[in-house]
């Protein structure tokens, strides 16, 4: 069965940090892309970053380029989104899913998501 799971989120001050993890079960993380999307309060949900099998990334907003990172441990069957600097705009649900590719509607499984405040 095919799972992801997120994990990490929390309370942070603007200018903080957090690690978001996604661990997947059911599959071998190896052959497919990996993205993070999330969803603010009243807003439809984005498209933050994308990791395709091979390791390369995609933005998917301009607002967090040069603040969010994502990165794949294949061992581990992980992938992690580091989030640096920030800010309450940032503040939603946050999303893991897994295709063959990266984009939106290629995502074939989701996460049940994990919260991220920005507050001071």
């Known amino acids: 069965q095919v799972q992801l799971v997120e994990s990490g989120g929390g309370l942070v001050q603007p200018g903080g940090s957090l690690r978001l993890s996604c661990a997947a079960s059911?599959?071998?993380?190896?052959?497919?892309?990996i993205g993070w999307f999330r969803q603010a309060p009243g807003k439809e949900r984005e498209g933050v970053l994308c990791?395709?099998?091979?390791?390369?990334?995609?933005y998917y907003s301009g607002s967090v380029k040069g603040r969010f990172t994502i990165s794949r441990d294949n061992a581990k069957n992980t992938v992690y989104l580091q989030m640096n600097s920030l800010k309450p705009e940032d503040t939603a649900v946050y999303y893991c899913?897994?295709?063959?590719?990266?984009?939106?509607?290629?995502?074939?499984?989701w996460g049940k998501g994990t919260l991220v405040t920005v507050s001071s």
């Open positions: 899913a897994t295709g063959l590719v990266c984009g939106y509607y290629n995502m074939d499984y």
């Open positions: 990791i395709s099998s091979s390791g390369g990334t995609t």
């Open positions: 059911g599959f071998t993380l190896d052959y497919y892309a």
